[in-house]
C-alpha cells in the first residue's frame, strides 16, 4: 500500500469497535481509522453498556471471539479475568458487560496514532472528488478515503406505540437498559413490559432479582423467544438449497421437514440461517413485504433464542401466576390515580381488556438508526425498505457494516457475523487501496491479519498436522487395533476449528 489511507466509520458500538480492530491487525501504520460517535466509551452501544449481570450474552461465549482467526480469543480473555467456565453459572451464555470490558481492553491495545475518536454525532454525509466528508454536531467535518457506515441500533425506543399515552402516564414509562430508573421499582409494584423478545427477557430477569409483583407481557403475538438447545447437535439430514423459492415454499418445506421428526425445528433454523443471505438477495421486493408480514415474527423467535435456564424461569414463574402474557394491541394509556391504566385488544377477540400497573417499560426491539442525511450522495447511497439500514447503489469507498447492513444481508446484527463483514470488508478495503508495486506474498496474509512470517508457520502447521493425521490413518488401516479413535477425532477438532473460522456468506 501507498500513502497512508484514511477511513471515517461512522458509528462506535460494536460492529464499529470490530473493524477498527480488524484494520489495526490488517494495515497497522498504514491506515489511520476515524471513529464518530458520541459515547465516550468505543464499543460498548446500547447492547454491551449495561452494568447489571443479569443481561447476558444469547450467543455462546466460544462464538465472540472478535477475531475470526483467534475463534476462542473472547473465552481465553474470560479465563485471563478469572471467570472460568465451570465456575459461571450461566456458561455458556455469560452477561453482556463481560463482552463490553473484552471489546474496551482490545481497543485499548490499539496505539492511539493509529485511530481518532471524534466524539460527535455524524449528521450528513456527501462527497467530491474521490474523497468522503462526514459533517458532525459540533461543526466539524471529517475527510476521510472511503467510510464505513455501522451506526447500529436507535437507543432510545419510541413511546408512541402506548397510543394516546398522557404525560401523566408517561413519567412513569421506562426505557429497558434504564437501570437507574428500573431501580426505583418497588418490591411489590406490579410491571408491564412491551414486547416479549429478547430486550424484554433482559428486563425480565433485572426485575426478577430486587421485585416480587406482577410481571405482564404484552405484544401483538404475544410469542417468547425460543430456547438455546442444551446440546448444540448437528443433524445429518441436509436442507436443499433455497434461493429461489418464495417465503411460503420455503416455510412449507421446513415445515415438511420438521414432520419427519428426523431433523429439529432448531436445527432446521440453524442451516437456513447459513442460506439466510443467498435467500434473502434472491426474493424480489413483493416477496420480503411477504416475509414481513407472516413470517418475520416466527423467523425471529427461533433465531435469537434464549438460554434453556431463563425459558425454565419464565415457566416457573408463569405457573405461579407472577407472571402474566398477552398477546393484543395496544389501545390506550392513561394515569388511573396512583396507578396507570392499559386498554388493549386481546389477539383474536373485539373486545378491549384493561391492565392496571405502577410502571411500564418498553422493551420492544430497537429501530436500526437511519438518522444519517444522505441526500447529497442519492446516486449512492439510498435507505432500505421495511427499515432496514441502507443499501450501498454504487458508491465507491463507502461499505456497510453490521445492522446497516441489514438490507443487504438480513443476517447482519450478532457478533460472529459482524466479525465475518469485518474481515470482508478489511479485504475489499485492501483491492481499493491495493499499490499495484506492493509485495504479492504479503497481500493474503495482510488481510486475514497476519505478517508473512506468522501466515507461513500457521500454514506449515496445519501442514504438519495433516501429514502426521495420514501416516496415523495408514497404520491404523494396516494394524486396526491401533489409534483407534485418533484420526477421527482430529477430523472432528479440525472441522470444529474450520467452522469457527470459516466466512459466513
Known sequence: MGAKATIAIIGGGASGAILLLRLNRVFGDQMLVKIVDPDEHLGWGRAYSTSDEAHLLNVSAENMSVFDE??????????????EPHQIPTWPF???????????????????????????????LRRKAGIWFVKTDIDHVVEADGVVIATGFEKTLSSTLLKTATSTALAWVIQPYDTKKLNEIGASDSVVIVGTGLTAIDVYRQLRKHTAGKIHFISRHGFLPLRHPNENLESEIRL????????IQIFQTLRAFEKTRIISWIQIVNQVRRQSGDIWRAWSPRERGQFFRHLKTYWEISRHRMPSFVADELLQDAA????????????????AGTQIQMQFQPRGTTTAAELLCEWIILATDSKIEESLDIRQVKM??????HGLGYVNIGAGNLWLLGPSAKASLWESTAVPEIVSQALVISKQIISAFHDQNENIF???????????????????????????????LGIHALLPF???????????????????RRLKK
Do not use: C
Open 70 to 83: 483467534h475463534p476462542l480469543d473472547f473465552v481465553d480473555w474470560l479465563k485471563a479475568q478469572g471467570h
Open 94 to 124: 455469560v452477561p453482556r458487560a463481560w463482552f463490553g470490558s473484552y471489546l474496551s481492553q482490545k481497543i485499548a491495545e490499539v496505539p492511539t496514532t493509529r485511530y481518532q475518536h471524534i466524539g460527535a454525532r455524524a449528521l450528513s
Open 240 to 247: 436443499p438449497r433455497l434461493n429461489g423459492f418464495s417465503p
Open 320 to 335: 405461579n401466576g407472577r407472571v402474566q402474557i398477552h398477546p393484543g394491541r395496544i389501545i390506550s394509556t392513561k394515569a
Open 380 to 385: 449512492a447511497v439510498k435507505k432500505s425498505q
Open 442 to 472: 504479503t497481500v493474503h496474509p495482510m488481510a486475514v491479519g497476519q505478517t508473512y512470517w506468522q501466515h507461513l508457520t500457521g500454514a506449515l502447521g496445519y501442514t504438519l498436522t495433516f501429514a502426521k493425521t495420514v501416516i496415523i
Open 482 to 500: 491401533l489409534f483407534a479413535d485418533y484420526a477421527s477425532n482430529r477430523v472432528r477438532d479440525l472441522t470444529r476449528l474450520f467452522n469457527k
